[in-house]
């Protein structure tokens, strides 16, 4: 096995572990990441509408639908007109939808930090630094028309 898949490995294995911690976290507040995710935006910029969710959430418009519907039946986000475009829905969190989504994020901090705690300062900056520029590159990667690789497709 090469390096680079070594690597590929190790990073998938990251964030299958990082991903299965942050599930049993968010499980104790009966949400999925991907709900705890929704709520943080609409935390983030109240009035989000759906289409803007599903881009930052990186799924299509019918999971968004789904997860909004279900975050909306246990009263954490309410829809509300858009006040020009008839068609469009804004996005809100509700009392309990902010002070679920501030007690998860506080306690998701503290979670991180225990975590991450073997990692030292330099370190860490290290791995900050190869990772930022990593994503960037995987982001431009994504972002341009998709070419073949090897013969196969990335579309």
């Known amino acids: 096995m090469s390096d680079r898949e070594t690597l590929y490995n190790l990073l998938k294995q990251t964030f299958i572990l990082l991903d299965d911690g942050d599930r049993r976290l968010f499980g104790h507040y009966d949400l999925s990441p991907t709900r705890y995710y929704a709520l ?20 299509d418009k019918s999971n968004v639908t789904r997860i909004v519907k279900g975050l909306e039946n246990t009263d954490h986000i309410i829809r509300k007109p858009h006040e020009t475009d008839g068609r469009t ?18 306690a998701h901090e503290a979670y991180n930090e225990l975590r991450l705690s073997c990692i030292n300062e330099i370190s860490q900056g290290n791995l900050l630094e190869n990772l930022t520029i990593l994503n960037e590159s995987l982001q431009e990667e994504l972002s341009q028309t998709a070419q073949p690789v090897n013969g196969y497709r990335l579309d």
Request: proline fraction near 3%.
């Open 40 to 59: 943080l935006h609409i935390m983030e910029k109240p009035g989000l509408s759906s289409s803007e969710l599903s881009d930052r959430l990186l799924c």
């Open 89 to 106: 829905l804004r996005l809100y969190l509700t009392e309990k939808g902010k002070m679920v989504c501030s007690q998860i994020s506080t």
